[in-house]
């Protein structure tokens, strides 16, 4: 049996941490959940901006939004909602036969909003009626003004992929504000099953303090603060609160590992598969690390539903003179900011391609 699919047997889903219009008309997606048992896909705005500078995939669509007077975010949006379509209809089988548990893809509203939650909830709401997919989630940053948003957008019915949380604290706001949209549907006598994840970034907490502490604790924060989340995660679906929520119809939060590629490069490739795989979760990968973990990956055993060892790792960082709590916000705000950059980054791609296509059209 693929590795592939004993992480699948486990109850973790894998999903490809990428979306090019070339994964799409290749067969290369198609091929990845047919072989490699991939049951959905995230996008971010640094993805599309490669994707557009390195390749020709998507100047003749360019062309054409550009004729039909679209420029900037707007033509990056129809764009990304194309490539986004495409992706959820081949992903739909999985929705459907899931229940709605797997089988989504993500496309993120402007990181320039991320300090304006009405403004936020309105491009969550436009974006998801523009795509007509029950199986697209709606990324949101899950900071201090993304949580009213995040529990708005869940409350109008919007499935949202809750992303740029570090800490268990993090989430558990998060998993708060997806409760309480909820709770209010069905006060509302609203369906309450409406899909959320919350992603839990990884290897930045490494990447943070790689300088800072003797080599036996490198590379393994980000482990071990997914293990206290995950003993949160445990612990919130246990809870009479959510149990009452399920009772009802409502689907969980599920728990995603974002940020699980392999920035040290002494350390192995599959790093974070192997050290995270756990039931009722999910994985996003790069494609590199997919076909990696495809190649010479091991599932190991799943994560204790306890901790494990956290809390006595965790100690050892804090002698180490780690601060996990500011830490914590510190990536947030450096995630919220990379994040802002990269939209920008992406908007001048557009611009700059355009610049070359209309003047090669004109020549």
Known sequence: MKVTQ??????????LDNITRGLLTSGTLGRYISEL?????????????????????????????VRAGKSGEALFFELALEDLIEAADLFRPIYDATGGVDGWVSLEVSPLLADDTVATIQAAEQLHERAQRPNLFIKIPGTPEGIAAIEETIFVGVPVNVTLLFSPEHYIDTAEAYMRGIERRIAADLDPAVGCVASLFISRWDVAIKDQVPEALRNRLGIAIAKRTYQAYRDLLASKRWQKLADAGARPQRLLWAS??????????TLYLEALAAPDTINTIPE???LAFAEHGKV?????????DAEALLAEFARAGV????????????????FAKSWRDL???????TEVLTKSKQT
């Open 323 to 338: 601060d996990n709590a500011a830490l914590a916000a510190q990536l947030q705000r450096e995630g919220t900011a990379a």
């Open 288 to 290: 590199k690390t997919l």
């Open 300 to 308: 190991k055993g799943a994560l204790p539903t306890d901790g494990g």
């Open 260 to 269: 699980t590629g392999t920035k040290d490069p002494d350390a192995s490739d």
């Open 6 to 15: 004993q992480l699948h047997d486990l109850g973790q889903s894998l999903w």
């Open 37 to 65: 048992s991939v049951t959905g896909l995230t996008s971010n705005p640094t993805i599309f901006e490669h994707a557009i500078k390195d390749a020709d995939f998507y100047d003749d669509a360019i062309r054409q939004k």
């Open 347 to 353: 908007l001048d791609r557009i611009a700059s391609k």
